[in-house]
C-alpha cells in the first residue's frame, strides 16, 4: 500500500512515466534511416575501422532499374564494417537488403522480391594481392578511384534477382488470360466447327 499523500502518490506516478517514455525514446525507438554518401574511401574506413549503416536509394541504378517497377522510390538498407584483419587484409563485412518491386514478365504486374545478401569482400590492389586473398573474400578491386558505394549495392542486389521475374502461376495477373482463352477454345470446339483457328491451336496444346 502506498503511505504517502495523494499528491505525493501522483507526483511518483508523474516521474515515472517520464521516466519509461525517456527510456522509450533512447532505447526502443527505431534509428532514423539515413542515406549514405554515393562515394566513399574504403582504405581509409577500414584503417580507422568505420561502421556505415544507412539508406541507398535505387532511383540512379540503372543496371537494376530495368527490373524494377518505374516511379516508386525504394532504397537498399546497408550496414557494412570495414577493418583488416589478422592478415592484414582490408575488408568490407556486412549486409545489403532491399525488399524490390519488381516487374512480372508474365503478366508485366508487381511483384515483390526480398533481396537479402551478405558482403564479404577484400580490397585488393593488383594482381599479388588477388593472388593471395583468402577464399572467404570476394575481390574489391581499387585503384586510386573512391569506392561507388551504390554501384556495390546494385550489383549485391543484380545477383540477388530471380533469373526471369514471374509470379507464381496461382496468383499471376496472366492466370485469367489464358483461363479465358482454354474457355474460348473449349466453347469454340463446342460448336463442332473443325475449320476453327481455336480447334488448331487446342491441336497444337494437346502435343505439348
Ligand atoms: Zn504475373
Redesign the pocket.
Known amino acids: 500500500m502506498w503511505s504517502g499523500s495523494k499528491n505525493q502518490f501522483i507526483q511518483r506516478l508523474n516521474q515515472e512515466y517520464s521516466f519509461d517514455s525517456e527510456v522509450g525514446c533512447r532505447y526502443h525507438a527505431p534509428p532514423m534511416s539515413r542515406r549514405l554518401p554515393e562515394f566513399v574511401d574504403p582504405v581509409k574506413l577500414c584503417d580507422t575501422r568505420q561502421t556505415l549503416a544507412g539508406a541507398v536509394p535505387l532511383a540512379s541504378m540503372e543496371r537494376l532499374g530495368q527490373s524494377l517497377v518505374q516511379g516508386i522510390d525504394q532504397e537498399a538498407e546497408v550496414l557494412l564494417e570495414f577493418g583488416s584483419d589478422e592478415a592484414g587484409i582490408r575488408y568490407v563485412r556486412g549486409s545489403v537488403q532491399a525488399k524490390l518491386e519488381l516487374v512480372?514478365q508474365?503478366?508485366m504486374?508487381k511483384?515483390s522480391w526480398s533481396v537479402e545478401s551478405q558482403v564479404a569482400l577484400g580490397i585488393v590492389r593488383g594482381a599479388r594481392d588477388l593472388q593471395f586473398l583468402p577464399d572467404h573474400y570476394e575481390p574489391l578491386e581499387m585503384g586510386d578511384e573512391p569506392l561507388s558505394l551504390t554501384a556495390l549495392v546494385e550489383d549485391e542486389l543484380i545477383l540477388g534477382l530471380p533469373i526471369v521475374a514471374?509470379?507464381e502461376p496461382e496468383i499471376?495477373?496472366?492466370k485469367n488470360v489464358i483461363d479465358s482463352l482454354n474457355e474460348q477454345v473449349d466453347k469454340e470446339l463446342s460448336k463442332e466447327k473443325p475449320e476453327s483457328p481455336f480447334a488448331v491451336l487446342k491441336q497444337l496444346k494437346s502435343k505439348q
Open positions: 512480372c508474365r503478366c504486374g511483384m514471374m509470379h499471376c495477373g496472366a
